[in-house]
């Protein structure tokens, strides 16, 4: 059984940075891509940041591009770099996988808060 664990949630201001991490419980390289998503109160959950794991090819949002960094280690963690942090911005990450092997299956975390004062 596939496990994602989120960390590095918090309470930040208007303009701060934060970094979350997702620890998956085998190789990250038994997925196709890892991710971050996030989902406002009362909001669809959106796509954030992702990264295909075996050549580190990276996908943004366009409300992140040249703020958000998602990025790798050689084991099995996925990083999200946040700058310039905004008060809508504040909402529960969560950290998604894509099966290599199970075409469709994907996993997710159990989310960690980002919240952003104003």
């Known amino acids: 059984q596939v496990q994602l664990v989120e960390s590095g949630g918090g309470l930040v201001q208007n303009g701060d940075s934060l970094t979350l991490s997702c620890a998956a419980s085998g190789s990250i390289v038994s997925f196709i891509t890892m991710g971050w998503y996030r989902q406002a109160p009362g909001k669809q959950r959106e796509s954030v940041a992702t990264i295909f794991t075996r050549s580190s090819i990276t996908n943004y949002a366009d409300s992140v591009k040249g703020r958000f960094t998602i990025s790798r280690d050689n084991a099995n963690t996925v990083y999200l770099q946040m700058n310039s942090l905004k008060p809508e911005e504040t909402a529960v990450y969560y950290c998604?996988?894509?099966?290599?092997?199970?075409?469709?299956?994907?996993?997710w975390g159990q989310g960690t808060q980002v919240t952003v004062s104003s």
């Open positions: 998604n996988a894509r099966s290599m092997s199970i075409i469709g299956r994907e996993y």
